[in-house]
């Protein structure tokens, strides 16, 4: 009877003690609760407020590594972004994290993403600052296998187009994240290898002023604009032309984001190594004949 009399004692004060743990842990999910209520209305409030134009892009720059992710109903930020991502520009540029965040996972359901993401390439683009930004957002936003090819290739072909008239770096940043579309998507290969005598490249039926990446019909084009680009003065360009042309695996390039202008002269100074052609003999003077007319020795 003793026996009895403690172990049930025992057992009552390991039944209290889960009592006592698991109602601490209901009070600190209801407190965690309340914050992040409290956390989001905030914010919500906060974003109503006029804001000058600095800190109007800090808040887009931040929002979806240091707000989203603690918030209670992260699409309560959806008319936010959605009228930021209008606004065209560097605005919509810092918008594009946190939107696509919203839509992958917070099934955000925003048709109109894509088309407008098609229509912010514009020639000035790659003379921005932000240019590697943006391209490195492209590169993570066209990775998806459920995109369509007509959509893909759209892409593919505006940028190989508006990269001829961009910066050499820039032309190689290009030229890398293409290589890695025709990788991630097979369709994307025929606009590459299709020869002279295919009749888009005799006459190319892309719409490069059709802002509608369904209408402008890329799909039934090419890239013969990578013949161009195979003569440019910049080496490393017709290196990553033939890379593209001809991919040695499956395994995705670095897009080598952070090497400008400077950094690429840099890297292809050091690979000339030979020394420039000089005349063997060194001459001490004039002595042709068509020069007696214009110097006097």
């Known amino acids: 009877a003793v026996v009895s009399t403690q172990s049930t004692g025992d057992v009552s004060e390991c039944f209290s003690d889960e009592h006592r743990d698991n109602k601490m842990k209901t009070d600190a999910s209801k407190t965690i609760f309340h914050i992040r209520k409290a956390y989001n209305s905030t914010w919500i409030q906060f974003l109503k407020?006029?804001?000058?134009?600095?800190?109007?892009?800090?808040?887009l720059t931040n929002l979806h590594e240091s707000v989203i992710p603690f918030m209670q109903n992260?699409?309560?930020?959806?008319?936010?972004?959605?009228?930021s991502y209008d606004l065209g520009g560097t605005s919509?540029?810092?918008?594009?994290?946190?939107?696509?965040?919203?839509?992958?996972?917070?099934?955000?359901?925003?048709?109109?993403?894509y088309p407008k993401l098609y229509r912010m390439l514009k020639a000035d683009?790659?003379?921005?600052?932000?240019?590697?930004?943006?391209?490195?957002?492209?590169?993570?936003?066209?990775k998806s296998p459920l995109l369509p090819a007509y959509l893909v290739a759209a892409f593919a072909k505006r940028l190989v187009r508006q990269s001829l008239q961009a910066p050499p770096h820039v032309i190689v940043i290009v030229?890398?994240?293409?290589?890695?579309?025709?990788?991630?998507?097979?369709s994307v290969k025929r606009l590459v290898h299709r020869g002279p005598d295919h009749p888009a490249v005799r006459a190319d039926p892309f719409l490069p002023e059709e802002d509608?990446?369904?209408?402008?019909?890329?799909?039934?084009?090419?890239?013969?604009?990578?013949?161009?680009?195979?003569?440019?003065?910049?080496?490393?360009i017709s290196s990553v032309v033939k890379t593209l042309r001809k991919p040695t695996d499956e395994i995705l390039v670095d897009l080598g984001l952070s090497k400008?202008?400077?950094?690429?002269?840099?890297?292809?100074?050091?690979?000339?190594?030979?020394?420039?052609p000089l005349?063997?003999?060194?001459?001490?003077?004039?002595?042709?004949?068509?020069?007696?007319d214009v110097f006097t020795f």
């Open 74 to 83: 992260p699409k309560l930020l959806i008319d936010f972004l959605v009228d």
């Open 212 to 236: 509608d990446p369904a209408k402008c019909a890329a799909l039934e084009s090419s890239l013969w604009e990578l013949e161009i680009l195979n003569e440019h003065y910049c080496p490393g």
């Open 260 to 276: 400008g202008y400077d950094s690429l002269f840099k890297e292809y100074l050091k690979m000339w190594k030979q020394d420039p």
């Open 92 to 113: 919509a540029l810092l918008a594009l994290n946190s939107l696509f965040i919203l839509i992958t996972q917070y099934n955000l359901d925003y048709p109109q993403f």
């Open 279 to 292: 005349e063997f003999v060194e001459p001490l003077t004039f002595t042709q004949s068509e020069f007696a």
């Open 175 to 186: 030229l890398r994240l293409i290589t890695n579309l025709t990788k991630l998507h097979p």
């Open 49 to 59: 407020m006029p804001k000058s134009r600095e800190l109007y892009h800090t808040i």
């Open 125 to 142: 683009l790659y003379h921005a600052p932000y240019v590697t930004r943006f391209i490195s957002m492209l590169d993570l936003f066209l």
